[in-house]
């Protein structure tokens, strides 16, 4: 499995960005998917989830309310829609799958950073 992000950028406080996660290989094995981020100097921390049906999803308190994450399996990609954007949500952003086997795969990342 192999995953892409895009969408990240530059962007003003209170602003929004859609982040996608393009997946591909053996697509057919991924179950839960999620979204992380890691701000400089700090550890790598989860955003958001979703499970394999986009039934279910989880977020950070820090999100809540202001990030949506969905996915599009026929076209095996994954959104975070992010709205209301703080400079504190300034990181990397990495898309996470994991398969049915429980092996997780990471994106290369996507840099986000939000100005005052």
């Known amino acids: 499995v192999q995953l892409v992000e895009s969408g990240g950028g530059l962007v003003q406080a209170g602003s929004s960005l859609r982040l996608s996660c393009a997946a591909s290989?053996?697509?057919?094995?991924?179950?839960?998917m999620g979204w992380y981020r890691q701000a400089p100097g700090k550890q790598r921390e989860v955003v958001a989830g979703i499970t394999s049906d986009g039934g279910t999803t989880n977020y950070a308190d820090s999100v809540k309310g202001r990030f949506t994450i969905s996915r599009d399996n026929a076209k095996n990609t994954m959104y975070l829609q992010m709205n209301s954007l703080k400079p504190d949500d300034t990181a990397v952003y990495y898309c996470?799958?994991?398969?049915?086997?429980?092996?997780?795969?990471w994106g290369q990342g996507t840099q986000v950073t939000v100005s005052s």
């Open positions: 290989g053996s697509t057919f094995s991924i179950n839960a």
């Open positions: 996470h799958a994991r398969d049915a086997l429980g092996y997780g795969y």
